[in-house]
């Protein structure tokens, strides 16, 4: 187990769930009756770095919990020309007290290329975790006719692994690339620029099959685009409509009737190949989405629809052994973002499951 006790910061405290809050607080002998989740935390803080002995519990939550919780991360493949060792010897010269304690930049320094502020390094596994902040916006604050404006911090994680040349990245998507990008130049002692490349090449459907989950929503984009006619939208709605009343009295006629009039309309293009009818359905329909709260791949409207969507975006339920139970998570996974979001409070321990799951075993 890596320790991330140097890397304690009341921001990251605050984001725990409210029973491990509490379990801290007994912990560390604080009353840990609150109501206000943030106020525990700002107490454990405070408690926690005067504290110079953590016991085995304290040391187990943190490190279990401090850089997980709810998150999207990405991955990236690690160029092989960096190696533990040598990034290692580059991190100790230019932060050399970070691998300590945390050196958080004053607010007003803040600036939109992030600042490393807190290194924790395992030589028996060669795995880096750097914790990185930056400005991520800023607010105005107004006092009188005073209007004050005040930088937003932002926070990143970046956990490489250097055994299996993967970099995991957790933060704001959007700021992923920019991040990883600034850290590679920091660590590359190479005249030469590396190239990272993102390393995510599933669909919804794949990851659901490595992760052994049950996919219960997803959003979807149609495959075929139809212009807006409204002849073309009744005669779609015929054909529904006579399914339904064949059932009804075995009209064989009315339902061959309105398939005829719905390929007439079509010009003869409805078959398997050019037109499916079933892609017709979604005719006008910008995205579907398709939810349940159990496993949706087995029912029939998934069946008939999938084969004429793109998935953007999916829902799973995964289920991860931590100790002696089994936990359950969801996850939403972002096809054009290429990221993974975990949509409660997860562990350390769930997040290398997933990642496990989805690259070693390709």
Do not use: C
């Not at 994680?157 to 992923?176: P, Q, V």
């Not at 993102?198 to 669909?203: L, P």
């Not at 219960?216 to 399914?243: C, F, Q």
């Not at 309105?258 to 910008?286: T, V, Y």
Request: glycine share 4%; proline share 3%.
């Amino acid at each position: 187990m890596i320790i991330f006790n140097n890397l304690v910061m009341p921001n990251d405290l605050s984001k725990f769930n409210k029973s491990d809050l509490m379990d801290l607080a007994t912990e560390l002998d604080i009353s840990s009756i609150k109501n206000n989740k943030l106020d525990l935390a700002i107490e454990v803080f405070n408690k926690f770095k005067t504290q110079e002995n953590k016991n085995e519990k304290i040391t187990a939550i943190i490190s279990n919990k401090l850089l997980a919780g709810k998150t999207a991360v990405k991955w990236f493949d690690v160029n092989e020309t960096l190696t533990y060792d040598k990034v290692i010897k580059i991190l100790k010269e230019d932060n050399s007290n970070l691998f300590e304690n945390i050196l958080i930049p004053d607010l007003k320094d803040l600036s939109t290329e992030p600042t490393i502020f807190g290194l924790v390094a395992d030589d028996s596994t060669s795995e880096i975790y750097i914790r990185l902040i930056y400005k991520s916006g800023v607010k105005s604050e107004m006092y009188g006719p005073d209007i004050n404006k005040i930088p937003v911090p932002g926070y990143a994680t970046i956990y490489i692994n250097f055994e299996k040349n993967i970099l995991e990245y957790r933060g704001d998507t959007k700021k992923a690339k920019k991040i990883v990008n600034n850290v590679i130049d920091k660590i590359n002692e190479t005249s030469n620029s590396i190239i990272v490349e993102e390393k995510f090449d599933f669909t919804v459907e794949q990851i659901a099959i490595h992760l052994e989950g049950e996919l219960i929503d997803t959003v979807s984009l149609p495959d075929i685009n139809i212009d807006d006619d409204e002849e073309k939208y009744r005669g779609v709605s015929k054909v529904l409509e006579a399914i339904d009343k064949y059932f009804n009295d075995s009209d064989i006629e009315k339902l061959e009737s309105a398939l005829m009039d719905i390929n007439q309309l079509f010009d003869h293009n409805i078959d398997e190949n050019i037109m499916p009818f079933s892609s017709l359905l979604l005719s006008g329909l910008e995205t579907i989405g398709m939810g349940s709260n159990k496993e949706i791949r087995n029912t029939p409207l998934y069946k008939y629809l999938n084969s004429n969507l793109t998935q953007t975006t999916g829902f799973i339920r995964i289920k991860v052994p931590e100790g002696n139970v089994i936990n359950e998570y969801t996850i939403r996974v972002g096809i054009q973002t290429k990221s993974i979001f975990f949509t409660s409070d997860v562990s350390e321990k769930a997040i290398r499951h997933v990642r496990e799951k989805l690259f070693n075993s390709k």
